[in-house]
């Protein structure tokens, strides 16, 4: 069982940085490839990046290419998300979230092994 644990979130104006962290316990880090996503009021969790677990492949959906840099560091057991050029669009609670099988398949929520609870990201106009 892994447990995940995101921090970083906050509050930050347009234009703005955040980096979240995504720390994980309970289980082989380096075994599995870890994505973030994210949810808006009244919208559906959404796929944001997507990293394999030896940092060779990455995933980003199309709304932050350019903007968010997704990476890892095995030896600590975490995984990050850099975020550039905050937009008011880009807030929602972001979620951390673990697979073992293919990267490719941790763009779909249904693909999902674990998540953590979440970490809050608001960004003012």
């Known amino acids: 069982q892994v447990q995940l644990v995101e921090s970083g979130g906050g509050l930050v104006q347009a234009g703005g940085s955040l980096r979240l962290s995504c720390a994980a316990s309970?289980?082989?880090?380096?075994?599995?490839?870890m994505g973030w996503f994210r949810q808006a009021p009244g919208k559906e969790r959404e796929f944001i990046a997507a990293i394999s677990h030896r940092s060779i492949t990455t995933y980003y959906a199309d709304s932050v290419t350019g903007r968010f840099t997704i990476s890892r560091d095995n030896a600590k057991g975490t995984c990050y998300l850099q975020m550039y050029n905050l937009k008011p669009e880009d807030t929602a609670v972001y979620y951390c979230a673990a697979r073992s099988g293919a990267v490719s398949n941790l763009r779909e929520l249904s693909e999902v092994n674990y998540w953590g609870q979440g970490t809050q990201v608001t960004v003012s106009s």
């Open positions: 309970g289980g082989r880090f380096s075994s599995y490839n």
